[in-house]
Structure formats: C-alpha cells, structure tokens
C-alpha cells in the first residue's frame, strides 16, 4: 500500500513541489488496527532552495477488516 497525498502552500514565482517522501509503520500490510503518524520529508521541485519548509506529520488510521462467512 502506497502513501499519497500533501499540500504546499505560500510558493510564489511559479515555484513548486512536485513530490514529498510519506513514511509510516501503519502502510505495512501486516499493520495492526489503529492509528499511524504519516513523516513527510524530502520535498522535490522547482525554486524550493528559496524557502524554509516545514513539514507537519499526518495520521494513518488502519480499520477493522470486514469478513464474510459462507456455510454450506
């Protein structure tokens, strides 16, 4: 299972994030049921040298599977 998802703001002059590395122990498919901090780091674009980023942790929540029983 991948993570996708970020958002940028206050860029200006065109310059851009084409990308953002997104970590997390919850991503796993053996992860166990419950929440998981998302680390977003490494930015990738244009005109990012000009700016201080900062980046703010999200949260992965893995639910409860549903199973379906069949007899016979």
Do not use: E, F, P, W
Not at 3 to 18: E, F, I, K, P, T
Not at 43 to 55: E, P, Q, R, W
């Amino acid at each position: 299972m991948g993570l996708g998802g970020y958002r940028a703001s206050g860029l200006v002059n065109g310059d851009s994030v084409n990308g953002v590395a997104l970590a997390s122990s919850g991503s796993v498919a053996t992860a166990s049921v419950g929440d998981y901090t998302i680390v977003a780091s490494n930015a990738d674009g244009t005109g990012l040298g000009n700016y201080d980023i900062t980046y703010v942790d999200g949260t992965l929540t893995v639910d409860k599977s549903r199973v379906d029983g069949h007899c016979q």
